[in-house]
């Protein structure tokens, strides 16, 4: 099995990416509900994120956490929302979505249309931001 996310891993796909190490991946959802919602995946293909080993799990919320905090430095937001859903593509992922209302991260909300000017400006701010 090869899901549309290992796909971008390997960047047979384009994304914007804004972290990666040897585990562990970020970019931007293209399809958004709000600017900076961010995508975070372990490299390897596992479909549910509780199936994940304790310490790759544990890294992924690490990897993930220095992501939240550069996005929360990029879009003016009062926190960042985390979910777990993982039904619509079958490899573990984590949405990081900032938050100005907890509505903000319902997921039946009508995603954004970014242009690609715009996805390309948030993506160098959040990667600004990561140290």
Do not use: W
């Not at 509900?33 to 372990?42: F, S, Y």
């Not at 319902?106 to 990561?130: D, T, V």
Request: net charge negative.
């Amino acid at each position: 099995m090869s899901t549309i996310f290992s796909k971008i891993v390997r960047g047979e796909i384009p994304c914007y990416k804004l972290a990666e190490s040897d585990k562990y991946f970020a970019f931007l959802d293209i399809n958004p509900l709000a600017k900076g919602h961010t995508l975070v995946i372990p490299k390897q293909e596992t479909d549910y994120v509780f199936d994940l080993d304790d310490d790759l799990l544990a890294g992924l919320t690490t990897f993930a956490k220095k992501v939240a905090l550069a996005i929360e430095k990029t879009i003016e937001c009062k926190r960042i929302g985390v979910a777990v859903l993982g039904l619509e593509v079958p490899h573990a992922h984590i949405h990081l979505v900032p938050l100005q209302t907890e509505s903000d991260i319902s997921f039946s909300r009508p995603k954004l249309k970014l242009s690609q000017e715009e996805m390309e400006s948030i993506a160098a701010g959040i990667r600004n931001h990561l140290s």
